[in-house]
């Protein structure tokens, strides 16, 4: 199984509504990642868990909350959005990112949220 | 400050012509040199990619070209297809962290 899969495909939250996305991958890899990607621009990196630690945070806002619940599962927790977050959520998963060396990082299909 | 430049932005090519993308980086530290395709609504997929010690690699229709000492390299999608038509991404990567740096992306259309 090479692939990555997110849930909701799209979702619509009001800027008071409290959400989950989530990723789920059976690769056996050990790094995820959230990316943010809006319209017609490459995909940010919010994200990074390396064995189901917290590795990299792009200084993400706090309305954004991830979580790495086991190897094979990563949530993202939305809380009091902005019409702004409306974008493409992107989650990517790897071997990992402690061995040195380079790891191809496999992308999920995203959700498409929109922020009302 | 964007350390890898793509151009062009977006690209018309006819079918069976072919489609070049250059990118541009600034930091000698990365390791690793991917090219990614994005269809609409769907997540990017790995292409196609080459390490810095390697001149050029060829996988099928798509080639990619090195030039280190330029700091530049580039995608070429020969006999193009109308199933090419998506976005391209450059990208590289430092091994330490395995972080994608992006570069804007282009914009492919194939006409048949």
């Known amino acids: 199984d090479t692939e990555v899969t997110q849930t909701p495909k799209h979702l619509v939250m009001g800027m008071t509504n409290k959400k989950s996305l989530k990723c789920e991958q059976h690769?056996?890899?050990?790094?995820m990642y959230w990316y943010k990607q809006k319209a017609k621009k490459p995909p940010e990196l919010m994200f990074v868990?390396?064995?189901?630690?917290?590795?990299i945070n792009e200084s993400v806002p706090s309305r954004f909350s991830p979580e790495c619940p086991n190897s094979s599962l990563l949530n993202l927790h939305l809380h009091a959005l902005q019409p702004e977050d409306s974008a493409l959520y992107l989650c990517?998963?790897?071997?990992?990112?402690?061995?040195?060396?380079?790891?191809?990082?496999?992308f999920g299909p995203g959700t498409r949220l929109t922020v009302l | 400050q964007q350390q890898v430049k793509q151009s062009p932005q977006s690209l018309i090519v006819q079918k069976g012509g072919i489609s070049i993308i250059n990118c541009a980086y600034e930091n000698t530290a990365f390791d690793y040199f991917p090219w990614y395709q994005q269809f609409p609504g769907k997540g990017p997929a790995l292409l196609i990619a080459?390490?810095?010690?390697?001149s050029e690699k060829k996988e099928g229709r798509f080639t990619i070209s090195f030039n280190k000492s330029a700091k530049q390299f580039s995608l070429h999608i020969m006999d193009s297809q109308p199933g090419d038509s998506a976005t391209y991404f450059c990208?590289?990567?430092?091994?330490?962290?395995?972080?994608?740096?992006f570069g804007g992306g282009t914009r492919v259309l194939v006409k048949p």
């Open positions: 868990y390396s064995y189901e630690k917290l590795s």
């Open positions: 080459i390490r810095p010690d390697v």
């Open positions: 990208a590289a990567v430092k091994a330490a962290g395995n972080k994608l740096t």
């Open positions: 990517a998963s790897s071997q990992d990112t402690t061995s040195g060396g380079v790891s191809e990082q496999f």
């Open positions: 690769m056996g890899h050990r790094a």
